[in-house]
């Protein structure tokens, strides 16, 4: 099936207000002209699929997702590339989480093409706001919502599927290391619960640990196990990775997913590059205490975090109740920005994707 969505153009920004925004765009600031808009029923199924003008919703205060939360989201971005073409990383890993999260939060799943369609047919409409060059990227923001009036406690039946996008430049700045707190009186995610979905009531109920990490003085916050608070599983919105050892015996590490974690697409493409890359990659458990004593005595020499977003975020420093502890030297490892540069030149188009990993927009 070919989902057909009707597009209707609309004025937006001139090409100058334009030119001016990609060539500083900030993070998540200024929106495209248009957005795609899909709306789901249980009598219709998918249906009025368009690309319109970039707008206000309108809604009724009693909007189910406002009140029970089914909400979910996806992040991605599209890369404007020397050859004039605009590319994509994986979207098919992100289609899928897209309907794994639905399948979770009891919400129809959109199929792989719809979800692909919507973002396609977006970026080739606005394909103006890519930027170009460094590590500057259109962010492209997948959403789903119950759009259903009502206050009765049950799935809805009618549904809100929409993708923006923003056009951004690096979220973080990957010269410095960033320093995290690590939260033994907060958990993201428990066994049963929702931490392998990317849905907004994780993020709802994160905010306030990490308004803790700022107040130890630290940009972002460690996620510990719910029941042990012992094995190491994330890092705000981001995956975590450990360098074992250092130099040409440099191994990584990074937590198992085990129901718990956010299955990244990030986070399963460094496994992948990290082995193709010569650098033994495993997944395993790493507990608190264990990490500590590895930074340490030395044993583990880097510590990185990886997420759409911020691609590849170096950790300089970990604080927790038992004190604080330097990774390293405090700076942004080699190992870590090596993945970093392999990973951002395969995105960009400067290294062969020996993966098929990149997917072409326009
Ligand atoms: C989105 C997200 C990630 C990173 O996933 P990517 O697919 O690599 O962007 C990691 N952890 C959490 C909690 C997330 O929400």
């Known amino acids: 099936m070919s989902s057909q969505i009707t597009i209707k153009p ?6 100058v207000e334009i030119a001016e925004i990609v060539a500083n765009p ?3 600031r200024v929106f495209t002209d248009h957005m795609a808009v899909a709306k789901w029923s249980t009598e219709k199924g998918w249906h009025d699929l368009s690309i319109e003008k970039y707008a206000p919703l309108q809604f009724d205060p ?9 909400s979910i989201f996806e992040g991605m971005k599209a890369y404007r590339w020397n050859d004039g073409t605009i590319n994509t990383f994986r979207p098919l890993m992100n289609a899928n989480r897209f309907q794994r999260s639905a399948k979770r939060l009891a919400m129809p799943e959109p199929s792989q093409d719809l979800f692909l369609s919507m973002v396609q047919e977006l970026v080739k409409i606005d394909q103006a706001y890519v930027p170009s060059g460094g590590d500057k990227s259109l962010y492209i923001r997948p959403f789903m919502f119950a759009s259903e009036v009502g206050l009765g406690v049950r799935p809805a039946t009618e549904y809100l599927f929409l993708v923006i ?3 951004v430049g690096a979220y973080f700045d990957p010269a410095k290391a960033v320093s995290v707190w690590v939260s033994t009186e907060y958990v993201r995610a428990a066994p049963g619960g929702t931490g392998e979905a990317k849905c907004a009531g994780n993020y709802a109920a994160s905010l306030i640990a990490q308004a803790q990490a700022k107040e130890q003085g630290c940009d972002q916050v460690i996620w510990l196990d719910a029941i ?4 190491i599983e994330e890092m705000g919105g981001m995956n975590l990775f450990f360098v074992m050892g250092s130099g040409d015996e440099a191994q990584l590490l990074t937590p198992s997913l085990t129901g718990t974690l956010l299955p990244g697409v ?9 082995n193709d890359l010569g650098i033994e990659t495993h997944e395993g458990k790493i507990s608190i205490d264990e990490l500590r004593s590895s930074l340490a005595n030395g044993k583990i020499s880097e510590v990185f975090a990886c997420g759409t977003a911020a691609v590849i975020s170096p950790v300089g420093m970990i604080k927790g109740e038992f004190g604080e502890i330097q990774v390293g030297n405090g700076l942004p490892g080699e190992i870590t920005m090596r993945l970093r540069k392999a990973l951002l030149d395969l995105q960009t188009g ?9 997917y072409r927009l326009v």
């Open 10 to 15: 609309a004025a937006g920004r001139s090409a």
């Open 26 to 28: 900030g993070f998540g």
């Open 62 to 70: 009693a909007m189910l997702a406002l009140h029970y939360g089914q």
């Open 165 to 167: 996008a923003s056009p």
């Open 228 to 231: 042990e608070r012992k094995w």
């Open 266 to 274: 990030t986070r399963d493409s460094l496994i992948k590059l990290g």
């Open 350 to 358: 400067l290294a062969p994707d020996e993966n098929s990993w990149m």
